[in-house]
């Protein structure tokens, strides 16, 4: 999470390191706390001479403000709106609309800067060269403690899963433990399109999938905190006489009202630029499944949970039994009317069986027979009206014929094996007719979702596939779909949401959780098939 980039010119050749500060000494689980809101530069001159510019243009407030710049010995001083911006620096600027000054450096001379934000009544500290420097060189020394002590996937692509543990982590509020979408808002699923929405929140939906990768890609610690938040901010309604929220800012903001941003044209013009998410208003009967799910995955250490939020978790369990029979917005979130998603009754499915599996530590063992006969109402509504004999597969909606990847999720779940007839069917179904022809998954085609335009394959959607693929027993074919997803990454290991049909742009916030989520989670599922079937082969 440190950037290193190198610049060469005829002239000479520089490195510029970039790295958002972590609290100076804090290691291993400890990293993030204490966080300055510090963003390091260093630029190293490392052959002949090369003449830097540097400028400095702050726009607070979506740029809705031109703050006035101040010059101070050692730097530079920012004040417009409630906060304020301290630019440490050893370079003299001259001021116009912006700062802007220039350095000329021979080989092996340094130059540094660091950029502090200071919330409202705070006093923020002009830094010497050598202080920022050892900030780098101990955020350094803590990325590398953290990664030490939580990464041991050993397996197929392990650089890559290593990675996206990182990326899991450094999408990571420290203070309450949430995980962001992506720290993004409104990079837009096609270029110039309106499909533009911001990422910058924890969804409920993540949960259940984020604790899988956590437990491959880093440990249960960070799994622990992530739901213990989750949690916590979700159990505001004890008498659930309302929908559980499903997305949450990262402190535990629940009105995350959406507005536009009129003044900003959006990046290579893809407007509106929004801030908050209407979504968050939407009913998604999902949300139980997953946060059952990830009370299932950390059940060992259920024992700490106190007797309110074990009665909350029962209270789920009860609210899938009695709702799932009513339509909703379901996973995509769409913005056309509510129906019967096929996902959300899944996991209404998936929300009860973990509870029944639960039952003892819930206390709850007496609402097991209800919660059975609930279970198994899903189950039979899902395989008579989920089939759809005229597609030949499980579909997005009880009565369509429209596909939708998001029952790629039936056998990750549980619910059904993956090489079971219906379920091969539907993984043949999803590869035949919603895979690009650069070989990834669309989420669905041909569905009125209540918005313009179009956009691009889904990333989280084609780990999936790979995923269900390694779970029915076709590991190449699995392996094939997974380096073709894993394989649009960019320099620097990145994974947007969505990829341009033609396979070449990356689409939508960056970086995406739930891309690099799919990627822990299908390397995995992969790594444990090709062990099965050596383990096979070997008896």
């Known amino acids: 999470m440190v950037l290193r980039t190198d610049f060469r010119t005829d002239a000479g050749s520089v490195t510029l390191t970039d790295a958002l500060a972590m609290g100076f000494g804090r290691r291993g689980h400890d990293l993030g706390k204490d966080a300055p809101h510090l963003l390091l530069r260093v630029a190293e001159c490392t052959r002949g001479t090369v003449e830097l510019v540097v400028e400095f243009a702050p726009r607070p407030e979506y740029g809705m403000i031109r703050p006035l710049l101040i010059p101070v010995d050692g730097g530079m001083r920012c004040h417009g709106g409630p906060d304020s911006l301290c630019l440490s620096s050893p370079v003299p600027f001259e001021i116009t609309d912006r700062a802007r000054g220039r350095v000329r450096l021979a080989a092996g001379d340094r130059v540094a800067f660091a950029l502090q934000y200071t919330p409202a009544g705070g ?112 159990a505001n309604d004890p008498a659930h006489t309302h929908d559980m929220q499903i997305m949450f800012g990262i402190r535990g903001e629940r009105d ?104 003892e530590d819930l206390d709850a063992a007496d609402r097991v027979p209800a919660w059975t006969r609930s279970r198994e109402e899903i189950r039979a509504a899902i395989e008579e009206q989920a089939w759809s004999a005229t597609a030949g597969a499980y579909t997005q909606a009880f009565g369509s014929d429209r596909l939708d990847a998001s029952v790629l999720v039936m056998p990750i779940v549980g619910f059904t094996e993956a090489g079971s007839p ?52 076709e590991t190449e074919a699995a392996i094939a779909y997974f380096e073709r997803a894993a394989g649009v990454a960019n320099d620097v290991g990145l994974l947007a949401e969505e990829i341009a049909p033609d396979g070449a742009g990356l689409l939508g916030n960056f970086p995406q959780a739930f891309s690099h989520i799919g990627l822990v989670n299908a390397a995995w599922a992969i790594s444990e098939a090709e062990a099965a079937r050596r383990a096979h082969r070997t008896s």
């Open 422 to 473: 219906r379920m091969r069917a539907t993984i043949d179904a999803i590869r035949d007719r919603l895979t690009s022809p650069s070989g990834l998954v669309y989420r669905y085609l041909d569905t009125d979702d209540g918005l313009a335009g179009e956009e691009g394959t889904f990333l989280l959607c084609t780990f999936w596939l790979a995923q269900a693929l390694a779970m029915a027993g």
């Open 123 to 234: 006093t923020p500290r002009l830094l010497s060269q050598d202080e920022i420097q050892a900030l780098l060189d101990d955020t350094v020394l803590a990325w590398q403690s953290w990664s030490e002590l939580h990464q041991t996937y050993e397996g197929r692509w392990e650089k890559e899963v290593r990675h996206s543990g990182r990326v899991l982590q450094a999408l990571t509020f420290q203070p309450t433990g949430a995980i962001v979408a992506a720290p993004t808002t409104s990079l837009p699923e096609t270029v110039g399109g309106v499909r533009n929405w911001d990422y910058r929140f924890a969804w409920v939906r993540d949960a259940s999938f984020t604790l899988d990768a956590l437990w491959v890609a880093a440990c249960p610690d960070e799994a622990e905190a992530f739901f213990g938040w989750m949690a916590q901010a979700a």
């Open 256 to 359: 995350l009202t959406e507005r536009e941003l009129d003044h900003l044209s959006g990046w290579r013009g893809s407007r509106p630029v929004r801030v908050g998410n209407a979504a968050w208003r939407q009913r998604q009967l999902d949300v139980y499944g997953e946060l059952l799910g990830a009370a299932h995955r950390l059940r060992a250490y259920l024992g700490g949970l106190d007797r309110p939020t074990r009665q909350f978790l029962s209270g789920l369990a009860d609210l899938a039994a009695a709702r799932w029979t009513e339509p909703d917005q379901g996973i995509w979130e769409v913005r056309s009317g509510p129906q019967h998603f096929v996902y959300s009754k899944l996991m209404c499915w998936v929300a009860l069986a973990r509870a029944i599996d639960l039952a």
